[in-house]
């Protein structure tokens, strides 16, 4: 069985990028519906038993959008903190972002820019190869970059119910709004294990 994770902060510690109101909905009503479905759904099924990571990386069909939400979710709400880490706490994996982008920023922008073009309901995403290179990646649905064997680091929710309630229709706005939430150390930690 699978359950709700609980969250790292009180439901109004990221206001006001994230409203206690749109946790409330976002925690409480979408991701526990992920859990309960996913629970009513693996019974029988060859993925009962394994872990989720497994369940993302082997599954199809209903058992994967609901397996690949709570994974997606467990680590957007966890990446967060209404005092987070600064980017000087994630010595390696910042070297390498402005190895690859050139800044910081860059990579902000570009994070951003993908995250806005991702078409409909799904994820931008952070991701690192087996060789320590990085990549972002765009995942529709319930897409996790562990199906394309990449290690994931960093996920920005761009399904409408993440940010409609704060935003209304101006993803960019709320992409942008969230980086001064991001633990760095989370990331960093997140590079070497999972
Ligand atoms: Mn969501």
């Given at each position: 069985m699978f359950t709700l994770i609980n969250l790292p902060y009180a439901d109004?510690?990221?206001e006001p990028v994230i409203s206690a109101r749109t946790i409330s909905f976002h925690h409480g009503k979408h991701l526990q519906a992920y859990v309960d479905n996913l629970n009513k759904l693996l019974p029988g099924t060859p993925w009962e038993g394994l872990p989720l990571d497994e369940i993302v990386k082997q599954s199809d069909g209903a058992v994967f959008n609901n397996a690949g939400?709570?994974?997606?979710?467990?680590?957007?709400?966890?990446?967060f903190a209404p005092s987070p880490a600064s980017p000087d706490q994630a010595g390696k994996l910042v070297k390498q972002i402005v190895k690859q982008w050139g800044t910081l920023d860059a990579f902000k922008d570009d994070f951003i820019a993908k995250g806005v073009g991702l078409f409909g309901s799904g994820w931008v995403w952070l991701a690192a190869a087996p060789d320590g290179s990085l990549a972002?990646?765009?995942e529709p649905g319930a897409g996790n970059p562990l199906t394309k064997g990449l290690r994931p680091i960093l996920t920005f929710d761009v399904w409408e119910h993440a940010y409609y309630l704060d935003f209304q229709n101006r993803r960019a706005a709320q992409?942008?709004?969230?980086w001064p939430l991001v633990d760095w150390a989370v990331l960093e930690e997140r590079c070497v294990n999972r």
């Amino acid at each position: 069985m699978f359950t709700l994770i609980n969250l790292p902060y009180a439901d109004n510690a990221l206001e006001p990028v994230i409203s206690a109101r749109t946790i409330s909905f976002h925690h409480g009503k979408h991701l526990q519906a992920y859990v309960d479905n996913l629970n009513k759904l693996l019974p029988g099924t060859p993925w009962e038993g394994l872990p989720l990571d497994e369940i993302v990386k082997q599954s199809d069909g209903a058992v994967f959008n609901n397996a690949g939400q709570i994974l997606n979710h467990n680590m957007y709400f966890t990446q967060f903190a209404p005092s987070p880490a600064s980017p000087d706490q994630a010595g390696k994996l910042v070297k390498q972002i402005v190895k690859q982008w050139g800044t910081l920023d860059a990579f902000k922008d570009d994070f951003i820019a993908k995250g806005v073009g991702l078409f409909g309901s799904g994820w931008v995403w952070l991701a690192a190869a087996p060789d320590g290179s990085l990549a972002i990646t765009q995942e529709p649905g319930a897409g996790n970059p562990l199906t394309k064997g990449l290690r994931p680091i960093l996920t920005f929710d761009v399904w409408e119910h993440a940010y409609y309630l704060d935003f209304q229709n101006r993803r960019a706005a709320q992409l942008q709004a969230l980086w001064p939430l991001v633990d760095w150390a989370v990331l960093e930690e997140r590079c070497v294990n999972r």
